[in-house]
Structures are given as structure tokens and as C-alpha cells.
């Protein structure tokens, strides 16, 4: 399996952006997909997950009520929707995929696939 995510880019703190993260295998729906960032000289970290359906979500506290991960099975994509974007929202985004996962609360273990990133840049 093969992602590529992109969309990232500079915003003013309180912008928006919408990431995309491009999948290759037409049956992504056996994989629970999930979105993590990592800023410069920290961990990487979860920040939303997706169910193979579509139908469950969740997400880190740090951004819940601001980003909105959704997944389009046909095309086949999952996006992250950022709102009111904040300075500490500053990171390299990645798109993963895992097969193992049985829920959506996701940690850097489950995932069986990464994408390349995509940087996310907010200026103060």
C-alpha cells in the first residue's frame, strides 16, 4: 500500500487547511486509517483515526472540535479538515494505515504503512 498526502502549506493562526492523503490499494476498506504529526524535536503523536467504514472516528484532545478526519471508500482518500489552526499545530502531517487496529484510538505501533508527510506551517 502506497499514500500520498499532500495539501499542507503556510497559514495564519486561526486559518484553515484540508489535507489529502491519496491511497493505492482500491480495497482500503480492510485498513483503519489514521492521521500523526510531529513537530521539530518531538515525538511523533496521533491526532485522528478513522474506522474501515467511515463510520467511527477520534481524535487526540489537542484538536478535537477543530479538525474533522473523513475517508471517501471509491476514490479512495481520507482528509483531514483543520480549523482554527494554532502555531503548536506546526508539524509534519503523516497519513497511515493499518490492517491490525481494532479502533480508531491509534498509536504509532498499530500502523502497518506510512505516507512520505506533509509539512504544516502556522505563523503567530
Known amino acids: 500500500v502506497q499514500l500520498q498526502a499532500s495539501g499542507g502549506g503556510w497559514v495564519q493562526a486561526g486559518g484553515s487547511l484540508r489535507l489529502s492523503c491519496a491511497i493505492s490499494e482500491p480495497t482500503n476498506r480492510r485498513y483503519v486509517m489514521g492521521w500523526f504529526r510531529q513537530a521539530p524535536g518531538k515525538e511523533r503523536e496521533f491526532v485522528a483515526g478513522?474506522?474501515?467504514?467511515?463510520?467511527?472516528?477520534y481524535y487526540a484532545a489537542s484538536v478535537k472540535g477543530r479538525f474533522t478526519i473523513s475517508r471517501n471508500l471509491v476514490k479512495p482518500t481520507v482528509d483531514l479538515q483543520m480549523h482554527g489552526l494554532m502555531p503548536e499545530d506546526a508539524a509534519v502531517y503523516y497519513c497511515a494505515a493499518s490492517w491490525r487496529a481494532r479502533n480508531t484510538f491509534l498509536e504509532e505501533n498499530d500502523m502497518d504503512y506510512w505516507g512520505r508527510g506533509t509539512l504544516v506551517t502556522v505563523s503567530s
Open positions: 478513522i474506522s474501515r467504514s467511515g463510520g467511527s472516528e
